[in-house]
């Protein structure tokens, strides 16, 4: 099979041939169709210097399963499937309690993507799978619990999104926040997965919905999944313009994964409020006015919008296919797999809501 190669920073992503181990036990083959293109991706990048190359990223990818191994039950060859970057043991504590984005027994999964059980090799070099996936493929060879079987109906060059920036910004909002209806929300960074936030809310029947970015062309796509009004970031803090807005804003979401946004999600909601952190960065965690705690604000994180992905993703898909969540608007682009730099440059140029690769062209 081809994939998108990285060799690090500095070097060309090349797209190669990939030799894939057989496929065992409670491992799944899958025929890539797409996959897009998230910030997620970039920062582990960055994050990563010191890691072993070759590695191949991408996890937003659909596709149709290819082969299973003796174990595996979930699934069959000829399924239509959505890939979760973040597969799960299903008997840990917090998958027993229904926290499977927050799996702590992984080293089935673990062992494949930190170097100890390579199941790619790229010139006979061992090569892991980025984010847990290893998308930007031809094809994909993971743990079952990654896999999940989705209707046949909805068209895979799409719905791979939903494995990542749509499961964690509508997720954040629905699950994490559990965002009430008739509540004020403001989100900080309206890329792939801000702008999913803020169709969350919108689901959630959510009031007021502020937007906030630095890019007019974001702030633009913000008003199509439902904001009700735009803040720009770029005009100074936007804490007084927001609370001029929503005096008792209930939530702020930071999609963007910088300590001074956090210090504004923070700043920005009434007494007793909730700003959630979805954003991932490699800096320090924003200093917060320790006297803001008397009054009951709440700071959590968010892990894959809290998604129990076996059942939240299908559920997105028939959303899609009802026409109640968006998905058409997201793909700003469609490359081919030759031009993951392309994307970067028109993700971080602030161009795209989302490149989606055409990883068979
Ligand atoms: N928590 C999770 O489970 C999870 C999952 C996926 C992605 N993420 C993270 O979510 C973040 C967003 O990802 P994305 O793919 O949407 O990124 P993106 O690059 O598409 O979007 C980021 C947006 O933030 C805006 N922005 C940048 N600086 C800003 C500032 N100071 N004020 C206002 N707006 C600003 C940019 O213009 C852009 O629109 C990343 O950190 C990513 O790693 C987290
Ligand atoms: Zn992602
Ligand atoms: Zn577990």
């Known amino acids: ?75 069959v060859a000829g399924d239509h499937v959505i890939i979760a970057f973040y597969g799960s043991c299903g008997f840990c504590f917090h998958c027993v309690k229904g926290m499977r984005n927050l799996c702590t027994n992984r080293d089935f999964a673990d062992r494949q993507f930190d170097g100890s059980r390579p199941r790619l090799k790229v010139g006979g070099v061992p090569t892991m799978q980025g984010v847990g996936v290893g998308g930007w493929a031809s094809q994909a060879l993971l743990p079952e619990s990654s896999i999940i079987k989705v209707r046949k109906d909805a068209p895979l060059e799409k719905i791979g999104l939903i494995g990542c920036g749509v499961m964690t910004g509508v997720g954040a909002a629905i699950h994490t926040a559990k965002v009430e209806p008739g509540s004020d929300v403001a989100v900080i960074g309206c890329g792939g997965v801000g702008l999913n936030i803020i169709q969350g809310a919108r689901l959630a029947g959510a009031n007021k919905i502020i937007a906030i970015d630095l890019m007019d062309s974001k702030l633009e796509m913000a008003r199509q999944f439902g904001a009700t009004h735009c803040v720009s970031g770029a005009n100074g803090d936007p804490v007084a313009q927001v609370q001029a807005i929503a005096p008792t804003l209930d939530y702020a979401f930071e999609a963007i994964g910088l300590g001074i946004t956090v210090q504004q999600a923070f700043a920005m909601i009434r007494p007793g409020g909730t700003a959630v952190v979805v954003g991932v960065g490699m800096g320090k965690v924003a200093e917060l006015p320790v006297g803001d705690f008397l009054q009951e604000k709440k700071i959590m994180g968010s892990m894959y919008g809290s998604g129990q992905v076996h059942v939240d993703i299908p559920r997105l898909v028939d959303l899609y296919m009802e026409g109640k969540l968006e998905l058409d608007a997201l793909i700003s682009k469609v490359r081919p797999l030759s031009e993951v730099k392309e994307a970067f440059d028109d993700m971080t140029g602030g161009n795209v809501a989302r490149t989606m690769l055409d990883v068979n062209a």
């Open 1 to 75: 099979m081809k994939a998108a190669v990285y060799r690090g920073a500095d070097k060309a992503i090349l797209v190669e041939e990939v030799e894939l181990e057989s496929t065992e036990g409670g491992e799944v083959l899958v025929d890539i169709t797409s996959c897009g293109v998230c910030h997620s991706d970039l920062h582990i990048m960055n994050m990563m210097p010191e890691a072993p190359m070759p590695m191949i990223f991408g996890h937003e990818a659909a596709g149709v399963v290819k082969e299973v191994g003796e174990n595996v039950t979930s699934v």
